[in-house]
């Protein structure tokens, strides 16, 4: 099972980035898929969800509006576009798969560091 995120790295305030997340090993149609961020000393965040097939997508309060969630099942990935970035958007940010039917599982990408400056 793999679940590798590319697409960080240093923007200004007000810029965008856009993060992908490649899986394999598992049934990536089968899974919702969320992107999570942790910044240095803070919890782990949920971002934003998006369901197994496509249709229901949810945000933290902090970035609707702004951060876009989707996923395209054939290449199995998913991404993040991030727009109007602010220096608080700065963590590193995951992304996990929860396979929902039995047995329940759960997997982490390693992260793709994201630094917005002020």
């Known amino acids: 099972v793999q679940l590798v995120e590319s697409g960080g790295g240093l923007v200004q305030s007000g810029g965008s980035l856009r993060l992908s997340c490649a899986a394999s090993g598992f049934s990536f149609s089968r899974s919702v898929m969320n992107w999570y961020r942790q910044a240095p000393g803070k919890a782990r965040e949920l971002v934003a969800f998006?369901?197994?097939?496509?249709?229901?997508?949810n945000y933290a309060d902090s970035v609707k509006g702004r951060f876009t969630i989707s996923r395209d099942n054939a290449k199995k990935t998913v991404s993040l576009q991030m727009n109007n970035l602010k220096p608080e958007d700065t963590a590193v940010y995951l992304c996990?798969?929860?396979?929902?039917?039995?047995?329940?599982?759960?997997?982490w990408g390693q992260g793709t560091q994201v630094t917005v400056s002020s």
């Open positions: 996990r798969a929860d396979f929902l039917y039995s047995p329940y599982s759960q997997y």
């Open positions: 998006i369901s197994s097939d496509g249709d229901t997508t």
